[in-house]
């Protein structure tokens, strides 16, 4: 499976935005999806996961409450609307996708996007 991620962009401390993962050559129904991180000189961190079996997507701590994954399988795309936007938010974003069960470990996950930037300005 290919995935592009985009939706990225500059955007004032409260804001919202909303990054989108778009899949081919593979349904993306059948694979484990998430969502990293990686600020500048900082390591990739979780950020959301949901899996393809369905139930609730996963969050990091620092983000429950303000960021929402989802997916649309007939757009073969899965989503994360951020909201309450934080400075320390500012990161390339990365999707991520796997038809293993879906973990919080980059490792994880042999498919990837080729990152979204976001920067959140104070």
């Known amino acids: 499976v290919q995935l592009q991620a985009s939706g990225g962009g500059l955007v004032q401390a409260g804001g919202s935005l909303r990054l989108s993962c778009a899949a081919s050559g593979r349904t993306l129904s059948r694979y484990a999806v998430a969502w990293f991180r990686q600020a500048p000189g900082k390591n990739r961190e979780f950020v959301a996961s949901?899996?393809?079996?369905?139930?609730?997507?996963s969050y990091a701590d620092f983000v429950k409450g303000r960021f929402t994954m989802s997916r649309n399988n007939t757009k073969n795309t899965a989503y994360l609307q951020m909201s309450s936007l934080k400075p320390e938010d500012t990161a390339i974003y990365y999707c991520?996708?796997?038809?293993?069960?879906?973990?919080?470990?980059?490792?994880?996950?042999?498919?990837w996007g080729q990152g979204t930037l976001v920067t959140v300005s104070s």
């Open positions: 991520a996708a796997d038809p293993g069960a879906s973990t919080r470990l980059s490792r994880s996950y042999n498919y």
């Open positions: 949901s899996n393809w079996r369905g139930g609730s997507p």
